[in-house]
């Protein structure tokens, strides 16, 4: 995994990666923060933010501007775009405060961070952002990560990482060899996630590729394939 050495604390995320299993390399990433290619597969791409950098950049029209140019040139050079956030939403009321990075009390019950602006802006807002972010108006869609901590997007990262990279699959008590089984990497891929080869066949027929079924297809269009139903969309959507 190559690790961008302009992103912030690449210091420390390359050593909790590597503390992980993930072998890293610090370089230089034209979009990004963290990238790494699977054949057969493709490559994935990460945008990483803290929720006070999202909020800043989402209530400032320059750095508004650059984060809207970061995920659209991620999601051009990418095949699995992801904008992976840590940090804790909240507010007073039903606003968004920019709080510092949370971290757990001593027993492990809650979360300790100090407010440090109140923006006044709600929550919706936050979320109608994040919807346009996986859904937008024009071209591909960028996936969205988010955990209360960096430690735990980490850890996302790593267990994503793995799972990408394994030609034999162990999910949902379901052994899935795409080599012996003579399947594509797409297909072995859904089977793994419990969809079943026929209607994974389905999907990849109507949409093309694994990458369209997982980032880019609302869940209306999943169920408008002949044998998908709401069971089927919830295994899609449980690898994230």
Do not use: C
């Given at each position: 995994?190559t690790?961008?050495?302009?992103?912030?604390?690449?210091?420390?995320?390359?050593?909790e990666?590597?503390?992980?299993?993930?072998?890293?390399?610090?370089?230089?990433?034209f979009?990004?923060d963290?990238?790494?290619?699977v054949?057969?597969v493709?490559?994935?791409?990460w945008?990483?933010?803290?929720?006070?950098?999202l909020?800043?950049?989402?209530?400032?029209?320059?750095?508004?501007?650059?984060?809207?140019w970061?995920?659209g040139?991620?999601r051009?050079?990418v095949?699995f775009?992801?904008?992976?956030?840590?940090?804790?939403?909240v507010?007073?009321?039903?606003n968004v405060?920019?709080?510092?990075?949370?971290?757990?009390?001593g027993?492990?019950?809650?979360?300790v961070a100090r407010?440090?602006?109140?923006?006044g802006?709600?929550?919706a807002?936050?979320?109608?952002?994040?919807w346009s972010?996986?859904?937008?108006?024009?071209?591909?869609g960028?996936e969205v990560?988010h955990?209360?901590?960096?430690?735990?997007?980490?850890?996302?990262?790593?267990?994503?990482?793995g799972?990408?990279r394994k030609?034999?699959?162990?999910?949902f008590?379901?052994?899935?060899?795409?080599?012996n089984?003579?399947?594509?990497?797409?297909l072995?891929?859904?089977?793994?996630l419990?969809?079943?080869?026929?209607k994974?066949?389905?999907?990849?027929?109507?949409?093309?590729c694994?990458?369209?079924?997982?980032?880019?297809?609302?869940?209306?269009?999943?169920?408008?394939?002949?044998?998908?139903?709401?069971?089927?969309?919830?295994?899609?959507?449980?690898?994230?």
């Open positions: 995994m690790i961008d050495s302009r992103e912030k604390d690449w210091q420390e995320t390359a050593a990666l590597s503390l992980k299993g993930v072998p890293t390399v610090i370089g230089r990433l979009s990004g963290l990238r790494w290619e054949e057969e493709g490559t994935f791409g945008e990483l933010k803290s929720v006070s950098d909020l800043s950049s989402l209530w400032s029209k320059e750095e508004g501007e650059r984060l809207e970061q995920l040139m991620l051009e050079e095949d775009p992801v904008l992976g956030i840590h940090g804790l939403m507010g007073r009321f039903d405060d920019i709080v510092s990075e949370p971290r757990v009390s027993d492990g019950s809650y979360y407010v440090i602006k109140e923006t802006y709600s929550k807002s936050v979320d109608a952002f994040l972010v996986k859904f937008p108006s024009s071209g591909r960028v990560v955990r209360d901590t960096k430690e735990d997007l980490i850890r996302v990262i790593a267990a994503v990482y799972w990408s030609e034999t699959h162990l999910t008590n379901k052994e899935v060899d795409r080599v089984r003579n399947m594509s990497a797409d072995s891929a859904l089977v793994a419990g969809v079943g080869a026929t994974g066949r389905a999907l990849l027929k109507r949409f093309g694994l990458g369209t079924v997982l980032f880019d297809t609302p869940d209306k269009d999943l169920l408008s394939v002949e044998g998908v139903g709401p069971n089927t969309v919830r295994k899609i959507r449980a690898i994230w």
